[in-house]
């Protein structure tokens, strides 16, 4: 791809504000949130004018993922104890997540909500003050998979074309076509969706940990998710490949074989009720 076509291609990802993957509520949502003094209040009585969209924050604020010791009953709540930048990213998990299912992709979906749960244990685990922000970090690591995959299904079609057999890291695949990668499209949708670097930077280098700069903890707690999650073999991503272990990302997160063993046992109990939160 040459330098102008790869700069098209970018272009044609940043122009995504129309897409259905960002209705209008989100949009707005958006706009709000980047008000010094918008209050809880006004942000949750615009989720809660759509709906569907309200519906499922909710029951993503009360899953056991969370683990709030009492029923979080309205949007305003879920803003006050989540913080506006978890919820906007729960908004778009909601829309991601309609759009998934709508097409078929409901093992991305579930890949995904494992990556969330795993990348919220290890939090815990590291005391990090804003959990709940890797855990829509890990269900939006791989947006860009939506836009490749179903926004553009020409794209999506000529890669599963270039891998039929599925045993090349569609990573490689898709920088071979394009030269730009799932992470790449999902790090330029996270800047046209103004979300924080600490959503943005898990979402474009999850595969690369070592590249983040202001959210380095983040990245490498989703990353270490990622990895762990497909192992596991909880939903299916698209290939068959199990992402290389980034030595640094595992040494900031300082799993010891005791620790590690503890995550992936309780991630698993985690796993089996994931059907009930779809």
């Known amino acids: 791809m040459s330098p ?9 990802i940043e122009q995504l504000g129309d897409l259905p993957t960002l209705p209008h509520v989100v949009q ?9 003094n918008v209050s809880a209040e006004e942000i949750g009585s615009l989720i809660e004018k759509d709906q569907v969209l309200a519906a499922k924050v909710l029951r993503l604020a009360n899953s056991p993922f969370y683990g709030f010791p009492s029923r979080i009953a309205s949007v305003p709540h879920a803003v006050v104890v989540l913080g506006l930048n978890v919820v906007k990213g729960l908004t778009l ?14 093992q991305l979906w579930r890949h995904s909500l494992g990556v969330a749960i795993t990348a919220q244990l290890l939090g815990k685990r ?116 199990v992402p290389p272990l980034s030595r640094q990302a595992w040494d900031l997160v300082g799993l010891d074989t005791e620790s590690l063993a503890g995550c992936i046992s309780r991630a698993s109990e985690e796993f089996l009720a994931i059907d009930d939160y779809l």
């Not at 707005?28 to 010094?36: E, H, N, T, V, Y």
């Open 4 to 12: 102008s076509a790869a700069t098209d291609f970018r272009n044609r």
């Open 28 to 36: 707005k949502l958006a706009s709000m949130i980047g008000r010094p």
């Open 93 to 106: 998990c909601a829309t991601a997540h309609d759009i998934m299912k709508d097409a078929g992709l409901d």
């Open 126 to 241: 590291l005391e990090m003050k804003n959990v709940e922000e890797v855990f829509v970090a890990g269900l939006l690591h791989d947006i860009g998979k939506v836009i490749l995959y179903v926004k553009w299904p020409d794209v999506g079609k000529k890669i599963k074309t270039a891998n039929p057999s599925g045993d090349r890291p569609m990573m490689l695949v898709e920088q071979d076509l394009y030269e730009v990668s799932h992470a790449d499209v999902g790090g330029w949708l996270a800047n046209a969706w103004h979300l924080p670097a600490t959503l943005r930077e898990p979402i474009l280098f999850h595969h690369q940990p070592g590249a983040a700069q202001d959210a380095q903890l983040q990245t490498a707690v989703v990353h270490v998710a990622d990895v762990l999650v497909k192992g596991m073999a909880c939903g299916h991503p698209g290939d068959e490949w």
